[in-house]
């Protein structure tokens, strides 16, 4: 599940990977190497995101990366709270429907975007994923960072892929290598600040 994404665009996300039947599908989650290095000791990357959020501005543009799109109404808050995998530390948020966060989405563990790899000012969040084989392959890149300047957060998310792929080893790690030059099919924004 992808975290703020309309129920609708979440299932196109999961349906593209999905309607490759009886072939293989390769996934990798962006806890990479910085991880260790940037969640460890004392002063974490990234405990500038934890808390309550209030939305400001939310925007989605599921035709491509070139301009932010319409204005998404959902959801009016959202928050940071700090998870564990195999004893790595990661961020995630949850949407919310009031400040006091009373009401909140439960957390969707290692299905959502774990904000993993330490960036200026925040957080990176990565998912990498192959469907098919060598000679026809889909190569799919979730990067999304949670960034906070002057005490506003700024999350872009960037959704990329490529069908058809012919030359690829068609695995997470090779749709993880051409991420930058995948075509940019999606970009989400969200903004906000402290409530």
Known sequence: MLPTSPPAARRRHRLRLAERPARRVALALGLGAGLA???AGCGKDGEELLGMWQVTA???NPAGCEAEGPAVTDPPFI???EGSFFGQDY???????DAAGADCDPSAGLFTLLYAEPVAGGMRAAIYAASGSSDD???AATISDAVVTAGAL???TRRRHQDGVTDSACDADDAEARAATLPCTELEVLVGQRP
């Open 137 to 139: 392959c889909l190569l």
């Open 79 to 81: 928050r940071f709270a």
């Open 37 to 39: 290095a940037g969640l």
């Open 154 to 156: 700024r999350i872009e």
């Open 91 to 97: 961020y995630e948020y949850v949407a919310c429907r």
């Open 58 to 60: 939310h925007t989605e």
